[in-house]
């Protein structure tokens, strides 16, 4: 199984970016599909979840209205659009796939993982 994340980069406070993940090797609509970040030394961080079918998405409280999470099960990849950004969003973003789906706020729910993708946001 791999992840592939891409679309990480720098860019200015109150800019946007578009993460995607695509996957390979797994039965792609059968996962839930996740974002997480991670800043060195600290936790990672659920961002953005969506269900197999995209009906549920589900987001962190510190991103809801600004990040939009959106997948293609034909294509086998997840997006992640990032709008209004600030300075605390940098971080690297991984996306991950979950086959239950019951807690996608849950980090040790997740199957797989990707390596991830650098976002830096200056102020």
């Known amino acids: 199984v791999q992840l592939q994340a891409s679309g990480g980069g720098l860019v200015q406070a109150g800019g946007s970016l578009r993460l995607s993940c695509a996957a390979s090797?797994?039965?792609?609509?059968?996962?839930?599909m996740g974002w997480f970040r991670q800043i060195p030394g600290k936790e990672r961080e659920f961002v953005a979840a969506i269900s197999r079918d995209s009906y549920s998405t589900t987001y962190a409280d510190s991103v809801k209205g600004r990040f939009t999470i959106a997948r293609d099960n034909a294509k086998n990849t997840v997006n992640l659009q990032m709008n209004s950004l600030k300075p605390e969003d940098t971080a690297v973003y991984l996306c991950?796939?979950?086959?239950?789906?019951?807690?996608?706020?849950?980090?040790?729910?997740?199957?797989?993982w990707g390596q991830g993708t650098l976002v830096t946001v200056s102020s």
């Open positions: 991950a796939a979950d086959r239950l789906g019951y807690r996608p706020e849950n980090l040790d729910e997740y199957d797989y």
């Open positions: 090797g797994l039965r792609f609509k059968l996962y839930s």
